[in-house]
């Protein structure tokens, strides 16, 4: 059974940092793309970054370049959020979502393109 679960969220101070992990289980992490998304109270969920692991290739949202890195260790079959500089408009739940990684190029930041979610983790930036 393909499972995701988020961890790291919490409440932090504007300029404060945070690490959020995807921990995926049921499937072998290495041919999946992997991405985290966001959904703010009222809003549409949205890409934050994702990536590849056909080509190694990265997205990330115009909001969070040079903010945020993702990354991922395929030995402990988990990706990572490194968020820093974080701002109030960062707030939502971010979920972690997976999907077999075809080659998926330019739509690697679709939320359309993933098959499996997580539950979601919560991030509250404020003072």
């Known amino acids: 059974q393909v499972q995701l679960v988020e961890s790291g969220g919490g409440l932090v101070q504007p300029g404060g940092s945070l690490r959020l992990s995807c921990a995926a289980s049921?499937?072998?992490?290495?041919?999946?793309?992997i991405g985290w998304f966001r959904q703010a109270p009222g809003k549409e969920r949205e890409g934050v970054s994702c990536i590849s692991s056909s080509d190694g290739s990265t997205y990330y949202a115009d909001s969070v370049k040079g903010r945020f890195t993702i990354s991922r260790d395929n030995a402990k079959n988990t990706v990572y959020l490194q968020m820093n500089s974080l701002k109030p408009e960062d707030t939502a739940v971010y979920y972690c979502?997976?999907?077999?990684?075809?080659?998926?190029?330019?739509?690697?930041?679709?939320?359309?393109?993933?098959?499996?979610w997580g539950q979601g983790t919560q991030v509250t930036v404020s003072s």
């Open positions: 979502a997976a999907t077999w990684d075809y080659g998926l190029g330019d739509n690697l930041g679709r939320a359309d393109e993933y098959d499996h």
């Open positions: 049921g499937f072998i992490l290495d041919y999946y793309a």
